[in-house]
């Protein structure tokens, strides 16, 4: 059977939003034409959710950008996968590059969050990193894969997970990963996943690309094979964003129009 994988892009606001610029955002977003195909999910700061949930049009999910590992208890400056459900996410994104990078996350304290979030009937996007060393030493698939071998012993669902791979070296960086570099680690996901789980859940597992992804990078990218949707950072700020949501539009030339705003234009 031909697996169904619905595209799935994830615009992730990061700490670069505040009250007002969510209701601007939120009201371009709802005025604009996105493909209800695309499954489609802001990251917002756990702070916002709820404000971000109300303004939001309700076809686009809500995702926190982090949470912690247990449900309560003595743990300042952290919340659980079930506060940030009532304040309205229903996504939790775990394992953020930046998270890895700049809050010195492990691959164990990542999965222990896969598992807890999971248990809380959370939908997780996971993500796993190369960085600029793995690929000029050619290490990209022993580091991907021990992300994994830490990841999937923490996944109890995988109808609920979301891999997101981002290729770190692409991202901010002026460097941008070509179609067949991003097709060749999907596809060493995939497989990965079809060695090491099984049949099932790599054919039925979403894998979406991040590392500036924008309108320009979109529509080719999303003819990939193994490339189920987009994680957009600096992009989600932007109309782009739009662009990005509708890449896999059946006419490319005739995406829906964007109110006035060129692709590259910030949304103040
Ligand atoms: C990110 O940092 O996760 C990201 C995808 O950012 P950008 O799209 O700006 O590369």
């Known amino acids: 059977m031909v697996p169904s994988r619905r595209f799935f892009v994830l615009g992730n606001w990061k700490m670069n939003v505040n009250a007002s610029r969510i ?32 303004l939001l049009p309700s076809h686009v999910g809500v995702a926190a950008q982090n949470c912690y590992k247990v449900s309560r208890g003595n743990f300042s400056g952290e919340v659980s996968p079930a506060m940030v459900q009532e304040c309205g996410a229903d996504w939790i994104i775990l394992g953020h590059p930046e998270r890895r990078t700049i809050f010195g996350e492990t691959d ?3 999965a222990e969050k896969i598992t807890h979030a999971l248990s809380a009937s959370a939908k997780v ?38 891999l997101a791979f981002e290729a770190l070296w692409a991202s901010g960086t002026g460097v941008l990963a070509t179609p067949s570099q991003v097709q060749e680690v999907l ?29 320009a990078t979109c529509q080719e990218l999303a003819r990939l094979p193994d490339l189920d949707g987009f994680l957009v950072g600096s992009a989600a700020l932007k109309p782009d964003l739009i662009h990005i949501v509708n890449a896999r539009h059946r006419r490319p030339g005739k995406l829906p129009l964007i109110l006035s705003h060129r692709p590259d234009q910030r949304w103040a």
């Open 187 to 215: 596809a060493m996901l995939r497989r990965w996943l079809r060695l090491n789980v099984g049949n099932h859940v790599a054919e039925n597992t979403r894998i979406i690309y991040a590392g500036s992804v924008s309108a």
């Open 23 to 54: 209701e601007s955002l939120s009201r371009l977003l709802s005025e604009a034409k996105l493909d209800r195909k695309t499954e489609f999910v802001i990251g917002c700061p756990s702070c916002y959710l709820s404000h971000a949930r109300q």
């Open 108 to 110: 164990d304290l990542i």
């Open 125 to 162: 996007v996971a993500c796993v990193v190369e960085g600029k060393e793995d690929r000029n030493s050619n290490l990209t698939e022993e580091a991907l894969a021990a992300q994994m071998r830490a990841l999937a012993p923490a996944v109890t669902d995988w109808s609920r997970v979301v």
